[in-house]
C-alpha cells in the first residue's frame, strides 16, 4: 500500500477558523496530532522538539548523545510507530525552510502518517513547493474539507481509553509503590551473551515473580511514564523493570532483537546466573507500547549504542525518571531512613543484607575463647 498524499491546507486569508479547525483537532488518544510550531523554532531539532511536545512528552531527551546531537527526530518517529499516531497537521507551514520540511516528510515516509501543511498564505512559499514537489499532494481550500481531514471524520472530544487522560504526572501526589522496583539498582553483575541467545521462558527458582500491577494501577504507571521523558529507551527500561524486577545492569544485557514482537516477550541475560539465568519475559499489554517504541528508536538511531533499553551509564537519569513518573520501590520504616523525609532510597534493602552479610563473615572469623 502506497503512502496518502499530503494535503496541503492553503488558508489564504490566514482565517482563524483553520487554527481552531486544526487545534480543535488534536487528541493524542485517538492518534490525531496538530503540530503548531512556537515563534522560537528556529532548527530541525527544534521542529523536533515541538513534535514531541505535541505528543505529551518533555521536548528534551537526557543523557549525552554523540557529536552532542539529540536524537529527537528519531524519538519522535519511534513514538509515532509506536502508539500509533495516524495523523499530523501542521500549522503555520508557509514558514517552514525546506530543510524542515523536507523532515516532515521523511517522518511521513517512516511511519505512514496522513500529514497535512496548513498554510496561511495566497501562494505556496517557492521552499515548500521545492519540498513538497518530490511526493503527490492535494490542494485544499475548503475549511469544512480540511476539517475532514484534520479529525478523519471523528469529534476531538471522542473518550480516551481508560486511563489516558491529559491530567499532569505529579497533579495527584500519589506514588506508585511497586516491590518490582526493589533490584533496580541491585549490585549484582550480569553478563550479555557474545554469541547468539534464545532464552527460554522464565522460571522463578531463587526468587519470586514480580506481582503484576492491577489494571487500573497499569494504566497509571503507563500514563505516567508517558509523559516522564521523550527517551524511548528509559521510558522502556522503566516499564521493564515493573514486570521484570531486573536490575539495570541486567535491563543492560537486552538488545533490539531481545524483544519479540510477536510472542511478546522481553529477553534478558544472565550469562553468570546471579538470578535466573538468560530468560524471556512475558510482556503484558501495557509495557508494549514502550517497547515497540524502543526497538524502533534502536533500529533508526543505531549510533548511539546497542542496548534495547537503559545502559549502565543511565543509572542517575532512569531514577529522575521514575521519581518524576511517581514510581518507587517500598521504603524503609521511619526509625530505619538514613536520608531526609520525602526523599526516595533506592537500595536500603540491598544495603542491610550486605551489613548482614558482612555481620555474618565477622562472625565466622571471630577467634574461638577455647
Not at 507551514?93 to 523536507?102: D, F, Q, V
Not at 500529514?115 to 514537489?133: G, N
Amino acid at each position: 500500500m502506497g503512502l496518502p498524499p499530503v494535503m496541503l491546507v492553503m488558508d489564504p486569508r490566514d482565517d482563524a477558523a483553520h487554527t481552531h479547525a486544526a487545534l480543535a483537532a488534536h487528541h493524542p488518544p485517538t492518534g490525531r496530532i496538530t503540530l503548531h510550531p512556537g515563534p522560537g523554532t528556529t532548527s530541525e531539532t527544534g521542529l523536533a522538539h515541538d513534535l514531541l511536545a505535541a505528543l505529551g512528552k518533555p521536548p528534551l531527551l537526557p543523557g549525552r548523545f554523540p557529536a552532542g546531537r539529540q536524537p529527537a527526530w528519531e524519538a519522535a518517529t519511534a513514538w509515532i510507530s509506536a502508539l500509533p499516531v495516524t495523523r499530523l497537521t501542521v500549522l503555520r507551514a508557509h514558514r517552514l525552510p525546506a530543510g524542515r520540511a523536507e523532515r516532515l516528510l521523511r517522518l511521513r515516509a517512516l511511519t505512514g502518517i496522513h500529514l497535512a501543511l496548513v498554510c496561511h498564505r495566497p501562494h505556496i512559499p517557492a521552499a515548500l513547493h521545492q519540498a513538497i514537489s518530490t511526493v503527490e499532494y492535494t490542494v485544499v481550500t475548503d475549511v469544512a474539507a480540511a476539517c475532514r481531514h484534520y479529525d478523519d471524520g471523528r469529534s476531538s472530544s471522542a473518550s480516551a481509553p481508560a486511563g489516558e487522560t491529559a491530567v499532569p504526572v505529579r497533579a495527584s501526589g500519589r506514588w506508585i509503590t511497586s516491590p518490582a522496583l526493589d533490584r533496580l539498582i541491585s549490585y549484582d553483575s550480569p553478563a550479555s551473551c557474545a554469541a547468539s541467545c534464545t532464552p527460554p521462558p522464565i522460571v522463578w527458582r531463587h526468587r519470586p515473580p514480580p506481582v503484576p500491577l492491577t489494571p487500573r494501577t497499569a494504566r497509571e504507571a503507563a500514563r505516567r511514564l508517558a509523559g516522564a521523558t521523550a527517551h524511548p529507551r528509559l521510558a522502556a527500561a522503566l516499564a521493564a523493570t515493573l514486570f521484570t524486577g531486573a536490575s539495570l545492569q541486567q535491563l543492560a544485557t537486552a538488545r533490539p532483537h531481545d524483544y519479540d514482537d510477536t510472542a511478546t516477550t522481553l529477553a534478558l541475560h544472565d550469562r553468570a546466573r546471579y538470578t535466573d539465568g538468560c530468560a524471556a519475559y512475558p510482556a503484558p499489554a501495557w509495557a508494549r507500547i514502550f517497547l515497540q517504541a524502543a526497538v524502533c528508536f534502536a533500529r533508526l538511531a543505531p549510533g548511539q549504542d546497542q542496548q534495547l533499553l537503559a545502559a549502565p551509564g543511565d543509572r542517575t537519569h532512569l531514577l529522575s525518571i521514575a521519581e518524576t513518573a511517581r514510581l518507587r520501590p517500598p521504603q524503609p520504616p521511619a526509625d530505619g531512613r538514613k536520608g531526609p523525609s520525602g526523599r526516595v532510597e533506592w537500595d536500603w534493602r540491598e544495603q542491610r543484607e550486605a551489613s548482614r552479610y558482612d555481620g555474618m563473615l565477622t562472625a565466622r572469623k571471630r577467634p574461638s575463647r577455647l
